[in-house]
């Protein structure tokens, strides 16, 4: 079976300071997508990175970046000098190998506040 | 290109009712999901729907529904609603399409049902 799990709950920190929200993720499948999702108090679900199981590349976008290993199935994600707009629930996603949308699987989700 | 659509926002409905939820992909995606968020459950999938047909479901009774037009529009339908179907639900387009790249779920907003 499938499975992502956030350890983290929730997380506090003050602007500026590094975080690192953690992911890890259990399934069965050779070929699989894993994915991090922001959601701020508005609802909406916004799309941050996908990553596919040949690419363990780690990935930076500007105050993001990204840890895939496979040895120890994480895909962590790390926010540099954070800041208030940073405040909001992040979720990590799998799905499966064909990624034909469909099902994404999602940890609980870590509620990240940046306090200024 | 605009984003993912639902309507309406936000509805209250009483124990028994039935509700009909409604979600405009971006244009040119063919594939709609639809995913239910409650605090004690988290973010769990309904179902998914591609080029009309449902392809892919997940572990939800038979009271929820749903179903895909020609334009790619969706529908989900919740009959003898119950105190415990008060969620955020969500909807989100992608390709649909195998293998592809950039085949990636963007989420709507979401429609908040209240059942009282």
């Known amino acids: 079976a499938q499975k992502v799990t956030q350890a983290q709950t929730e997380i506090s920190v003050v602007e500026k300071e590094d975080v690192t929200l953690d992911c890890v993720y259990e399934?069965?499948?050779?070929?699989?997508?894993l994915f991090w999702y922001k959601q701020p108090p508005s609802g909406e679900l916004v799309f941050l990175i996908r990553r596919n199981s040949f690419d363990e590349q780690n990935e930076i976008s500007g105050r993001y970046s990204w840890n895939f290993q496979k040895s120890t199935s994480s895909f962590n994600f790390t926010i540099t000098a954070s800041q208030v707009v940073d405040s909001a629930v992040y979720f990590c996603a799998l799905s499966k190998g064909n990624n034909q949308g469909g099902k994404l699987i999602f940890g609980q989700g870590t509620e990240l506040s940046v306090k200024p | 290109k605009a984003g993912v659509t639902q309507t309406p926002r936000y509805l209250i409905k009483t124990r028994g009712q039935q509700v009909t939820l409604s979600c405009s992909p971006i244009s040119g995606h063919r594939s709609v999901s639809w995913y239910q968020q409650t605090p004690g459950q988290g973010l769990q999938f309904l179902f998914e729907y591609f080029s009309e047909t449902q392809r892919n479901k997940g572990n939800f009774p038979g009271r929820f529904s749903g179903r895909q037009f020609s334009n790619s529009r969706s529908e989900m339908n919740v009959s003898t609603l119950e105190l415990g179907d008060s969620a955020l639900y969500l909807c989100?387009?992608?390709?649909?399409?195998?293998?592809?790249?950039?085949?990636?779920?963007?989420f709507g907003p979401g429609t908040r049902l209240t059942v009282l």
């Open positions: 399934t069965r499948d050779t070929t699989y997508y």
């Open positions: 989100a387009s992608s390709t649909g399409l195998a293998g592809a790249s950039t085949d990636t779920q963007y």
